[in-house]
């Protein structure tokens, strides 16, 4: 185990809602960097977060957003969501950026109807 | 454009075979790194290696062994005597100096061993 976990690990949603998932970053680790993985593909990145600040981003929309605590923790929000939304959703925390090992979390399955 | 080409969709191999996994990477920098990372059913992306661009020595752990070649820009990852345990989903990743926060991922190859 890599200690990062995620929660939920599966969640189904309708089209146009919100929903917002979660990250615990492995002991030590101040950056998060939040994944996209569509069935058949690999992850695509969305945006990492260091000290609380978002530090790169992918090519998503605005109604991506996130947020990191001040123990590393994360957030992910997704605003108005779309079926194509529907994907598993990694996140991974690591230490002053992708330099240095990235552990995963399990992932979220989320669904949206 | 694809950074990481992972040109195998699917490999099946009856247990003991070797198996190779290739990978084809495009970048710019002079500095980046490589990764490969290996995903069970359960979804966890279990990280393998990470190479340097300035590192080419081929790097051999247990049954698994890893051929750099800057030359032909490729990464490549062989799993010797394979065991049933070692079917998941295989991807290969890159992450440039100029955006080193990010990583890019192959589309993956799924490597199923029957036994």
């Known amino acids: 185990e890599t200690g990062v976990t995620q929660s939920p690990t599966h969640l189904i949603k309708t089209r146009g809602q919100q929903v917002t998932l979660r990250c615990s970053s492995q002991?030590?680790?101040?950056?998060v960097s939040w994944y996209q993985q569509a069935l058949g593909q690999g992850p695509q990145f969305i945006f990492q977060?260091?000290?609380?600040?978002?530090?790169g981003r992918g090519n998503f929309p605005p109604r991506f957003s996130g947020l990191q605590f001040p123990n590393y923790s994360s957030e992910l929000n997704v605003n108005a969501l779309e079926l194509d939304d529907s994907a598993l959703y990694l996140c991974?925390?690591?230490?002053?950026?992708?330099?240095?090992?990235?552990?995963f979390g399990q992932g979220t399955r989320l669904t949206v109807v | 454009a694809q950074k990481v080409t992972q040109a195998q969709t699917e490999i099946s191999v009856v247990e003991k075979e070797d198996v190779t996994l290739d990978c084809v990477y495009e970048t710019r920098d002079t500095t980046y790194y490589l990764f490969w990372y290996k995903q069970p059913p359960s979804g966890e992306l279990v990280f393998l290696i990470r190479?340097?661009?300035?590192?080419?020595q081929n790097e051999i752990s247990g049954r698994y062994s890893w051929n750099f070649q800057k030359s032909t820009s490729s990464f490549n990852f062989t799993i010797t005597a394979s065991q049933v345990v070692d079917s998941a989903v295989y991807f290969c990743?890159?992450?440039?100096?100029?955006?080193?926060?990010?990583?890019?991922f192959g589309a993956g190859t799924t490597v199923t061993v029957r036994a």
């Open positions: 991974a925390s690591s230490l002053q950026g992708l330099n240095t090992e990235a552990f």
């Open positions: 990743a890159l992450s440039e100096a100029q955006d080193d926060y990010k990583l890019s």
């Open positions: 002991s030590g680790h101040n950056t």
């Open positions: 190479r340097n661009s300035f590192d080419e």
């Open positions: 977060y260091y000290r609380e600040e978002e530090n």
